[in-house]
């Protein structure tokens, strides 16, 4: 719980260890330099409070965060063993009050959260655009509106939705590319690179090119199996780089 106030505190939420910070600025205390280093680096980051859900490490998961907090609430409402819970509370009072100051043993923890959300970037430049998504989504039917064009479903088989805007940076006019959907499933990265043809406006490419500073905004539709699961990155075409923009994850379908 400790572990995760912490986290919560980089991501810019309301937390314990925010109001430890009003309180050592109200007293002239020094407040920790990587915490707020880390709510620093992350402040601009449009995602970055769903992967406190995502994110584990040897301390910290959602899931037994939330056992931790279940638990504690079931003792202090049946009066179990008050005395352990006071000396719990004061603990992990003492613990966030350490770690706000910059010391002990979480007086770093959020550094390799931070580093994890940064390796996750929402937009980059890449070639001659500045290339990002503000929504992804897997679906059982895209919802274009028009039956003609509309892809077919398959049994054991779904869609997944990316809504990528390109900005053209260059001088003159310039041809984005699709690109390839990765999904990191059992440990392996599976690459999805052929796009439904959905051949109506605001869906996929077609070989047409950006004027100079223009944003193109489009859907791209690839799909993918009902068993896949995990992380999902997109890798924009052109890119030679290999950038990869984090699109969330998704869930296998029993």
């Known amino acids: 719980m400790i572990a995760e106030d912490l986290l919560m505190f980089v991501s810019g939420g309301n937390t314990a260890t925010k109001i430890l910070q009003k309180e050592f600025k109200e007293k002239n205390i020094e407040f920790s330099a990587s915490l707020v280093g880390g709510y620093d680096r992350l402040k601009d980051r449009k995602y970055h409070k769903d992967f406190s859900m995502l994110y584990s490490d040897d301390i910290y998961s959602h899931k037994a965060a939330l056992d931790a907090g279940a638990a504690l609430r079931a003792r202090k409402k049946n009066k179990i063993q008050p005395e352990k ?150 890798r924009p075409g052109r890119n030679s780089s290999g950038t990869r923009l984090w699109v969330g994850r998704v869930s296998a379908v029993k």
């Open 85 to 234: 819970v006071t000396v719990g509370g004061n603990y992990a009072i003492c613990m966030m009050a350490s770690a706000a100051a910059g010391k002990g043993r979480f007086a770093n923890y959020t550094e390799k959260y931070v580093d994890y959300i940064l390796a996750r970037p929402e937009k980059a430049a890449i070639g001659y655009f500045e290339i990002s998504t503000d929504k992804a989504y897997a679906t059982n039917k895209v919802g274009t509106g028009n039956s003609f064009v509309e892809p077919k479903t398959w049994e054991g088989s779904r869609f997944f939705v990316v809504n990528a805007s390109f900005k053209n940076l260059d001088t003159e006019s310039r041809l984005p590319a699709e690109g390839s959907l990765l999904v990191n499933y059992n440990g392996k990265d599976y690459v999805f690179d052929t796009v439904e043809p959905i051949m109506l406006e605001g869906y996929n490419i077609w070989f047409r090119g950006v004027n100079p500073l223009i944003t193109m905004k489009t859907k791209i539709v690839y799909r993918i199996p009902n068993e896949i699961e995990g992380e999902v990155f997109w």
